[in-house]
Protein backbone atom coordinates (compact mmCIF):
# COMPACT_ATOMS: atom_id res chain seq x y z
CA UNK A 1 0.00 0.00 0.00
CA UNK A 2 1.39 3.31 -1.16
CA UNK A 3 1.57 6.22 1.09
CA UNK A 4 -1.29 8.19 -0.91
CA UNK A 5 -3.50 5.51 -0.56
CA UNK A 6 -3.94 5.69 3.36
CA UNK A 7 -6.81 8.03 3.57
CA UNK A 8 -9.61 6.80 5.83
CA UNK A 9 -9.70 8.10 8.85
CA UNK A 10 -12.93 7.91 11.74
CA UNK A 11 -15.30 7.39 8.39
CA UNK A 12 -13.71 10.62 6.78
CA UNK A 13 -11.86 10.67 3.48
CA UNK A 14 -8.95 13.17 2.19
CA UNK A 15 -10.69 13.78 -1.54
CA UNK A 16 -9.09 13.83 -5.02
CA UNK A 17 -6.06 11.30 -4.31
CA UNK A 18 -6.69 7.74 -6.00
CA UNK A 19 -5.66 4.96 -3.77
CA UNK A 20 -2.33 2.77 -5.37
CA UNK A 21 -4.08 -0.34 -6.92
CA UNK A 22 -1.84 -3.71 -7.57
CA UNK A 23 -1.94 -2.35 -11.16
CA UNK A 24 0.15 0.97 -9.92
CA UNK A 25 2.69 -1.01 -8.47
CA UNK A 26 3.26 -3.31 -11.15
CA UNK A 27 4.14 -0.14 -12.90
CA UNK A 28 5.88 1.71 -10.21
CA UNK A 29 8.63 1.17 -7.56
CA UNK A 30 9.38 3.63 -5.03
CA UNK A 31 13.02 4.38 -4.69
CA UNK A 32 13.35 7.22 -2.08
CA UNK A 33 11.32 9.37 0.08
CA UNK A 34 12.28 13.06 0.99
CA UNK A 35 10.38 14.60 3.95
CA UNK A 36 10.39 18.17 4.70
CA UNK A 37 8.90 18.57 8.27
CA UNK A 38 7.29 21.27 10.28
CA UNK A 39 8.63 20.82 14.11
CA UNK A 40 5.70 18.98 16.43
CA UNK A 41 4.21 20.43 19.47
CA UNK A 42 5.81 22.84 21.25
CA UNK A 43 5.41 25.32 23.84
CA UNK A 44 4.92 29.41 23.41
CA UNK A 45 7.85 31.04 21.69
CA UNK A 46 8.17 33.22 24.77
CA UNK A 47 7.97 33.12 28.37
CA UNK A 48 8.27 35.31 31.82
CA UNK A 49 6.55 38.72 31.05
CA UNK A 50 5.13 37.35 27.79
CA UNK A 51 2.52 39.44 25.94
CA UNK A 52 0.29 36.44 25.84
CA UNK A 53 0.56 35.77 29.36
CA UNK A 54 -0.25 39.86 29.71
CA UNK A 55 -4.24 39.31 27.79
CA UNK A 56 -5.83 37.63 30.37
CA UNK A 57 -6.46 37.01 34.45
CA UNK A 58 -6.21 33.88 34.04
CA UNK A 59 -3.40 31.50 34.36
CA UNK A 60 -2.27 29.62 31.15
CA UNK A 61 -1.60 25.78 31.11
CA UNK A 62 1.22 24.87 32.60
CA UNK A 63 3.47 23.60 29.95
CA UNK A 64 5.88 20.03 30.05
CA UNK A 65 9.03 22.20 28.17
CA UNK A 66 10.43 25.47 28.30
CA UNK A 67 9.59 28.48 26.36
CA UNK A 68 9.95 27.31 22.27
CA UNK A 69 10.79 23.52 23.29
CA UNK A 70 9.28 20.78 21.95
CA UNK A 71 6.76 19.32 24.72
CA UNK A 72 6.15 16.13 26.43
CA UNK A 73 3.26 15.62 24.05
CA UNK A 74 5.04 16.61 20.94
CA UNK A 75 7.85 13.67 21.14
CA UNK A 76 5.32 11.17 21.96
CA UNK A 77 3.78 12.16 18.65
CA UNK A 78 6.55 12.64 16.65
CA UNK A 79 7.54 8.94 18.04
CA UNK A 80 4.23 7.59 16.46
CA UNK A 81 4.57 9.06 13.16
CA UNK A 82 8.13 8.00 13.13
CA UNK A 83 6.89 4.59 13.55
CA UNK A 84 4.28 4.79 10.67
CA UNK A 85 6.51 5.72 7.98
CA UNK A 86 8.28 3.18 9.03
CA UNK A 87 5.47 0.64 8.50
CA UNK A 88 4.94 2.46 5.07
CA UNK A 89 8.53 2.45 3.67
CA UNK A 90 8.73 -1.48 4.93
CA UNK A 91 6.04 -2.10 3.36
CA UNK A 92 6.87 -0.50 -0.23
CA UNK A 93 9.51 -2.33 0.09
CA UNK A 94 12.01 0.58 0.41
CA UNK A 95 13.55 -0.24 3.82
CA UNK A 96 14.27 -3.62 5.52
CA UNK A 97 12.27 -4.23 9.12
CA UNK A 98 14.80 -3.39 11.95
CA UNK A 99 16.75 -1.66 8.68
CA UNK A 100 19.79 0.02 9.67
CA UNK A 101 21.69 2.47 7.63
CA UNK A 102 24.47 1.64 5.24
CA UNK A 103 26.85 4.79 3.64
CA UNK A 104 24.39 7.46 2.81
CA UNK A 105 21.51 6.06 2.26
CA UNK A 106 19.33 7.44 5.18
CA UNK A 107 20.11 11.00 6.37
CA UNK A 108 18.39 13.05 9.27
CA UNK A 109 19.22 16.59 8.97
CA UNK A 110 17.44 19.17 11.48
CA UNK A 111 17.35 22.89 12.55
CA UNK A 112 19.49 23.69 15.08
CA UNK A 113 17.08 24.48 17.22
CA UNK A 114 15.60 22.61 20.23
CA UNK A 115 11.97 22.01 18.60
CA UNK A 116 13.49 20.73 15.68
CA UNK A 117 16.25 18.85 16.77
CA UNK A 118 13.76 17.06 19.28
CA UNK A 119 11.58 16.18 16.51
CA UNK A 120 13.88 14.60 14.36
CA UNK A 121 15.19 12.42 17.38
CA UNK A 122 12.11 11.28 18.54
CA UNK A 123 10.52 10.86 15.01
CA UNK A 124 14.06 9.04 14.15
CA UNK A 125 13.74 6.54 17.27
CA UNK A 126 9.97 5.45 15.91
CA UNK A 127 11.48 5.34 12.18
CA UNK A 128 14.35 3.09 12.85
CA UNK A 129 14.16 1.92 16.13
CA UNK A 130 17.27 -0.68 15.61
CA UNK A 131 19.89 2.27 14.56
CA UNK A 132 21.73 4.41 16.73
CA UNK A 133 20.94 7.56 14.30
CA UNK A 134 23.46 10.54 13.67
CA UNK A 135 21.28 13.50 13.48
CA UNK A 136 22.96 16.39 11.23
CA UNK A 137 22.43 19.73 12.65
CA UNK A 138 25.20 22.36 11.98
CA UNK A 139 25.04 25.06 14.95
CA UNK A 140 25.21 24.99 18.81
CA UNK A 141 21.94 24.52 20.81
CA UNK A 142 18.66 27.14 19.71
CA UNK A 143 21.11 28.65 17.20
CA UNK A 144 18.92 29.00 13.41
CA UNK A 145 20.80 27.50 10.29
CA UNK A 146 20.87 29.60 7.74
CA UNK A 147 19.47 26.88 5.46
CA UNK A 148 16.23 26.73 8.08
CA UNK A 149 16.44 30.47 8.46
CA UNK A 150 13.78 32.39 5.94
CA UNK A 151 15.94 35.77 5.62
CA UNK A 152 16.51 37.18 2.84
CA UNK A 153 20.67 36.37 1.10
CA UNK A 154 20.29 39.23 -1.35
CA UNK A 155 18.49 42.64 -1.49
CA UNK A 156 17.90 45.97 -3.53
CA UNK A 157 15.36 48.54 -3.56
CA UNK A 158 13.98 47.26 -6.84
CA UNK A 159 13.48 44.16 -5.60
CA UNK A 160 12.01 44.90 -1.84
CA UNK A 161 9.40 46.94 -3.92
CA UNK A 162 8.84 44.41 -5.80
CA UNK A 163 8.24 42.01 -2.60
CA UNK A 164 6.19 45.00 -0.89
CA UNK A 165 3.91 45.18 -4.48
CA UNK A 166 3.15 42.02 -3.86
CA UNK A 167 2.55 41.82 0.11
CA UNK A 168 0.01 44.47 -0.71
CA UNK A 169 -1.87 42.47 -3.44
CA UNK A 170 -2.28 39.07 -1.51
CA UNK A 171 -5.65 38.74 -0.33
CA UNK A 172 -6.50 41.66 -1.14
CA UNK A 173 -3.74 43.33 1.15
CA UNK A 174 -3.02 43.65 4.10
CA UNK A 175 -5.80 46.02 5.67
CA UNK A 176 -8.57 43.88 4.38
CA UNK A 177 -6.99 40.77 5.37
CA UNK A 178 -6.58 41.84 8.85
CA UNK A 179 -10.21 43.52 8.90
CA UNK A 180 -11.15 40.04 7.99
CA UNK A 181 -10.38 38.71 11.44
CA UNK A 182 -11.97 41.42 13.61
CA UNK A 183 -15.19 39.10 13.99
CA UNK A 184 -12.41 36.81 15.80
CA UNK A 185 -10.66 39.32 17.74
CA UNK A 186 -13.38 40.00 19.07
CA UNK A 187 -14.49 36.35 20.24
CA UNK A 188 -9.79 35.89 21.68
CA UNK A 189 -10.52 39.24 23.34
CA UNK A 190 -14.57 37.12 25.15
CA UNK A 191 -12.10 34.13 25.75
CA UNK A 192 -9.04 35.65 27.53
CA UNK A 193 -11.53 38.03 29.15
CA UNK A 194 -8.90 40.69 28.28
CA UNK A 195 -10.82 43.47 29.51
CA UNK A 196 -10.12 42.55 32.36
CA UNK A 197 -6.29 41.56 31.87
CA UNK A 198 -2.82 43.28 32.99
CA UNK A 199 -2.88 44.78 29.60
CA UNK A 200 -6.64 46.75 29.93
CA UNK A 201 -4.88 48.52 33.21
CA UNK A 202 -1.50 49.37 31.29
CA UNK A 203 -1.45 48.69 27.65
CA UNK A 204 -4.59 47.96 25.48
CA UNK A 205 -8.59 46.00 26.15
CA UNK A 206 -8.26 45.10 22.64
CA UNK A 207 -6.22 43.83 19.56
CA UNK A 208 -5.68 46.16 16.89
CA UNK A 209 -3.71 46.35 13.44
CA UNK A 210 -3.36 49.94 12.10
CA UNK A 211 -0.33 49.92 13.18
CA UNK A 212 1.38 47.21 11.36
CA UNK A 213 4.56 47.99 9.71
CA UNK A 214 6.93 45.78 7.15
CA UNK A 215 10.60 45.12 7.18
CA UNK A 216 12.46 43.96 4.37
CA UNK A 217 16.04 43.76 4.76
CA UNK A 218 19.12 42.10 3.98
CA UNK A 219 19.69 39.25 6.26
CA UNK A 220 16.77 39.14 8.31
CA UNK A 221 13.55 37.38 8.21
CA UNK A 222 10.31 39.69 6.77
CA UNK A 223 9.19 41.31 10.05
CA UNK A 224 6.01 42.53 10.61
CA UNK A 225 5.56 45.32 13.76
CA UNK A 226 3.05 46.52 15.14
CA UNK A 227 -0.66 45.44 17.63
CA UNK A 228 -1.25 42.15 14.85
CA UNK A 229 1.59 41.03 16.17
CA UNK A 230 0.56 40.78 19.57
CA UNK A 231 -2.86 38.83 18.00
CA UNK A 232 -1.02 36.24 15.96
CA UNK A 233 1.11 34.99 19.39
CA UNK A 234 -2.10 34.64 21.40
CA UNK A 235 -3.67 32.54 18.75
CA UNK A 236 -0.58 30.46 18.30
CA UNK A 237 -0.64 30.02 22.38
CA UNK A 238 -4.43 29.23 22.09
CA UNK A 239 -3.82 26.65 19.95
CA UNK A 240 -0.83 24.87 21.79
CA UNK A 241 -3.11 25.31 25.06
CA UNK A 242 -5.91 23.17 23.08
CA UNK A 243 -3.79 19.99 21.54
CA UNK A 244 -2.08 19.71 25.46
CA UNK A 245 -4.99 20.04 27.48
CA UNK A 246 -7.11 17.27 25.24
CA UNK A 247 -9.67 20.09 25.09
CA UNK A 248 -11.83 22.68 22.98
CA UNK A 249 -12.75 24.90 25.70
CA UNK A 250 -10.35 27.36 26.41
CA UNK A 251 -10.95 29.08 29.92
CA UNK A 252 -14.03 28.12 30.20
CA UNK A 253 -15.61 28.91 26.60
CA UNK A 254 -16.25 25.70 24.55
CA UNK A 255 -15.48 26.77 21.07
CA UNK A 256 -16.28 25.00 18.19
CA UNK A 257 -13.75 23.37 15.44
CA UNK A 258 -14.88 26.72 13.52
CA UNK A 259 -13.72 29.08 16.03
CA UNK A 260 -10.56 27.19 16.31
CA UNK A 261 -9.97 26.94 12.48
CA UNK A 262 -11.03 31.05 12.63
CA UNK A 263 -8.20 31.42 15.80
CA UNK A 264 -5.55 29.65 13.59
CA UNK A 265 -6.57 32.16 10.43
CA UNK A 266 -5.24 34.87 12.37
CA UNK A 267 -1.81 33.49 12.64
CA UNK A 268 -2.63 32.43 8.81
CA UNK A 269 -2.28 35.78 8.15
CA UNK A 270 0.74 36.81 9.40
CA UNK A 271 2.58 33.62 8.18
CA UNK A 272 0.76 34.31 4.74
CA UNK A 273 1.77 38.00 4.53
CA UNK A 274 5.57 37.44 5.40
CA UNK A 275 6.02 34.26 3.59
CA UNK A 276 3.79 33.41 0.67
CA UNK A 277 4.41 36.17 -1.93
CA UNK A 278 6.19 34.45 -4.88
CA UNK A 279 8.70 37.40 -4.84
CA UNK A 280 10.22 37.21 -1.08
CA UNK A 281 9.57 32.92 -1.20
CA UNK A 282 12.21 32.48 -4.24
CA UNK A 283 15.05 34.16 -1.88
CA UNK A 284 13.56 32.98 1.63
CA UNK A 285 13.26 29.13 0.76
CA UNK A 286 16.03 28.93 -1.46
CA UNK A 287 18.28 26.97 0.30
CA UNK A 288 16.24 24.37 1.10
CA UNK A 289 14.92 24.21 -2.42
CA UNK A 290 18.26 24.19 -3.79
CA UNK A 291 19.00 20.56 -1.27
CA UNK A 292 15.78 19.13 -1.91
CA UNK A 293 16.52 19.21 -5.57
CA UNK A 294 19.83 17.52 -4.85
CA UNK A 295 17.78 14.82 -2.84
CA UNK A 296 15.66 13.94 -5.47
CA UNK A 297 18.98 13.45 -7.69
CA UNK A 298 20.63 11.66 -5.75
CA UNK A 299 20.95 7.87 -6.71
CA UNK A 300 22.42 6.74 -3.44
CA UNK A 301 19.74 8.09 -0.84
CA UNK A 302 16.47 6.21 0.22
CA UNK A 303 15.19 8.42 2.55
CA UNK A 304 16.38 12.40 3.12
CA UNK A 305 14.24 14.29 6.49
CA UNK A 306 14.45 17.65 6.69
CA UNK A 307 12.78 19.63 10.02
CA UNK A 308 12.07 23.08 10.02
CA UNK A 309 9.29 25.11 10.80
CA UNK A 310 6.43 26.36 8.99
CA UNK A 311 7.62 29.04 7.33
CA UNK A 312 9.76 26.52 5.94
CA UNK A 313 7.14 24.78 4.15
CA UNK A 314 5.41 27.94 3.46
CA UNK A 315 8.26 29.78 1.53
CA UNK A 316 8.89 26.28 -0.13
CA UNK A 317 5.33 25.73 -1.32
CA UNK A 318 5.15 29.62 -2.95
CA UNK A 319 8.51 29.22 -4.37
CA UNK A 320 7.52 26.37 -6.73
CA UNK A 321 3.87 26.72 -6.76
CA UNK A 322 2.76 24.36 -4.54
CA UNK A 323 -1.06 24.91 -4.06
CA UNK A 324 -1.59 22.91 -0.47
CA UNK A 325 -4.91 21.32 0.27
CA UNK A 326 -7.26 22.67 2.72
CA UNK A 327 -7.03 20.47 5.06
CA UNK A 328 -9.47 18.34 7.01
CA UNK A 329 -9.83 16.96 10.76
CA UNK A 330 -6.93 19.76 11.71
CA UNK A 331 -7.30 22.96 12.93
CA UNK A 332 -4.51 24.94 10.91
CA UNK A 333 -6.01 25.73 7.39
CA UNK A 334 -2.73 24.31 5.24
CA UNK A 335 0.42 23.15 7.29
CA UNK A 336 -0.63 21.81 10.72
CA UNK A 337 1.64 21.25 13.71
CA UNK A 338 4.15 18.48 12.71
CA UNK A 339 3.07 18.50 9.21
CA UNK A 340 5.19 16.88 6.67
CA UNK A 341 5.47 17.73 3.43
CA UNK A 342 6.39 14.63 1.29
CA UNK A 343 8.00 13.65 -1.92
CA UNK A 344 7.53 10.10 -2.95
CA UNK A 345 10.07 9.23 -6.37
CA UNK A 346 8.88 6.21 -8.30
CA UNK A 347 10.13 5.04 -11.08
CA UNK A 348 8.55 2.94 -14.12
CA UNK A 349 11.72 1.40 -14.92
CA UNK A 350 12.76 4.35 -17.43
CA UNK A 351 11.24 7.52 -16.27
CA UNK A 352 11.06 8.86 -12.48
CA UNK A 353 8.06 10.37 -11.38
CA UNK A 354 7.24 12.36 -8.12
CA UNK A 355 4.15 12.57 -5.47
CA UNK A 356 3.81 15.38 -3.29
CA UNK A 357 1.33 14.79 -0.35
CA UNK A 358 1.07 16.89 2.67
CA UNK A 359 1.05 14.11 5.96
CA UNK A 360 0.00 15.28 9.17
CA UNK A 361 -2.18 13.91 12.50
CA UNK A 362 -5.58 14.76 12.70
CA UNK A 363 -6.50 17.12 15.60
CA UNK A 364 -7.98 14.02 17.03
CA UNK A 365 -4.89 11.71 17.09
CA UNK A 366 -2.66 15.08 18.56
CA UNK A 367 -5.33 15.35 21.35
CA UNK A 368 -5.87 11.81 21.87
CA UNK A 369 -1.85 10.51 20.97
CA UNK A 370 -2.98 7.96 18.57
CA UNK A 371 -0.74 4.86 18.18
CA UNK A 372 -0.44 5.10 14.16
CA UNK A 373 -0.68 2.57 12.00
CA UNK A 374 -0.83 0.92 8.56
CA UNK A 375 -4.69 0.74 9.33
CA UNK A 376 -5.06 3.73 10.98
CA UNK A 377 -2.63 6.69 9.16
CA UNK A 378 -1.99 10.24 10.04
CA UNK A 379 -4.47 12.06 7.29
CA UNK A 380 -2.35 12.23 3.70
CA UNK A 381 -3.53 15.11 1.41
CA UNK A 382 -1.92 15.68 -2.22
CA UNK A 383 -0.50 18.74 -3.01
CA UNK A 384 -1.00 20.27 -6.68
CA UNK A 385 1.41 22.23 -8.54
CA UNK A 386 -0.04 25.12 -10.68
CA UNK A 387 0.84 24.98 -14.12
CA UNK A 388 1.57 21.31 -14.16
CA UNK A 389 -0.54 18.38 -14.73
CA UNK A 390 -0.01 15.17 -12.97
CA UNK A 391 -0.51 11.52 -15.39
CA UNK A 392 -3.42 9.32 -15.17
CA UNK A 393 -1.62 7.87 -11.85
CA UNK A 394 -1.47 11.31 -10.04
CA UNK A 395 2.20 11.45 -11.11
CA UNK A 396 4.44 14.55 -12.05
CA UNK A 397 7.59 13.54 -14.04
CA UNK A 398 10.75 14.40 -11.81
CA UNK A 399 12.15 16.24 -14.95
CA UNK A 400 8.67 18.78 -14.59
CA UNK A 401 9.60 18.96 -10.87
CA UNK A 402 13.27 19.55 -10.94
CA UNK A 403 12.48 22.21 -14.35
CA UNK A 404 10.39 24.12 -11.43
CA UNK A 405 13.05 23.96 -8.71
CA UNK A 406 15.57 25.18 -11.29
CA UNK A 407 13.44 27.80 -12.63
CA UNK A 408 12.74 29.21 -9.12
CA UNK A 409 16.44 28.72 -8.13
CA UNK A 410 17.34 31.26 -11.20
CA UNK A 411 14.78 33.89 -9.83
CA UNK A 412 16.38 33.87 -7.06
CA UNK A 413 20.20 33.69 -8.56
CA UNK A 414 18.92 36.95 -11.13
CA UNK A 415 18.40 39.12 -7.76
CA UNK A 416 21.15 41.87 -8.40
CA UNK A 417 22.40 42.13 -4.36
CA UNK A 418 23.18 45.58 -4.01
CA UNK A 419 25.72 46.64 -1.29
CA UNK A 420 24.25 48.78 0.87
CA UNK A 421 28.03 51.28 0.13
CA UNK A 422 26.17 51.73 -3.38
CA UNK A 423 22.54 52.15 -3.01
CA UNK A 424 20.76 54.99 -3.12
CA UNK A 425 21.07 58.09 -0.96
CA UNK A 426 17.59 58.01 0.41
CA UNK A 427 18.02 53.91 0.75
CA UNK A 428 20.94 55.01 2.86
CA UNK A 429 20.07 57.68 4.65
CA UNK A 430 17.17 54.79 6.05
CA UNK A 431 19.19 51.85 8.70
CA UNK A 432 15.52 49.93 7.42
CA UNK A 433 12.43 49.97 5.43
CA UNK A 434 9.57 49.95 6.89
CA UNK A 435 6.32 50.43 5.34
CA UNK A 436 2.35 50.66 6.57
CA UNK A 437 -0.59 48.88 5.73
CA UNK A 438 -1.16 50.61 2.77
CA UNK A 439 2.61 50.22 1.36
CA UNK A 440 3.94 53.44 2.07
CA UNK A 441 7.42 53.95 3.13
CA UNK A 442 8.11 55.17 6.67
CA UNK A 443 11.01 56.95 8.79
CA UNK A 444 10.57 57.52 12.26
CA UNK A 445 6.83 56.19 12.57
CA UNK A 446 5.24 55.73 15.74
CA UNK A 447 1.70 54.81 16.08
CA UNK A 448 -0.47 57.30 16.59
CA UNK A 449 -2.57 56.71 19.80
CA UNK A 450 -3.75 58.57 22.62
CA UNK A 451 -4.13 57.21 26.42
CA UNK A 452 -7.44 57.60 28.14
CA UNK A 453 -7.81 56.35 31.61
CA UNK A 454 -4.76 53.78 31.16
CA UNK A 455 -6.14 52.35 27.70
CA UNK A 456 -4.72 52.73 24.28
CA UNK A 457 -7.27 54.63 21.96
CA UNK A 458 -6.88 54.46 18.13
CA UNK A 459 -6.70 58.13 16.69
Not at 382 to 404: C, F, H, K, W
Request: hydrophobic residues 40%; contains cysteine.
Amino acid sequence: MSLSAMLTLCGTTAHGQTPRSDIFHGKYELKEVVVMSRHNIRSPLSSGGAGYKRVTPYNWFEWTSASSELSLRGGVLETEMGQFFRKWVVSEGLLSENYRPEGDEVLFYANSRQRTFATVKYFSAGFLPFANVEITHKLREDKMDPVFTPQFAKMNDAYRQKVLGEIMTLNGGPQAWMTEQQPTLTLMEQVLDMANSPAAKNDSAHFWFDDTQFLIEKDSEPKMTGGYTLANSVADALVLQCYETESFTAFGHELTTEQWRAICAVKEVYDGLLFTTHAAAINLAYPLVSRIRQELNNGDRKFMFLCGHDSNLASIGAALGFQFPKTENALELHTPIGSKLVFEKWSDGTDDYIAINLVYQAVTQLQGRALLSLAVPPMIMPVTVRGLTANSDGLYRLADIDERMGNAMAEYEAIEDVPASVRTVEAERKPTAIYNLQGQQLEGFQRGVIVVGGKKIVQ
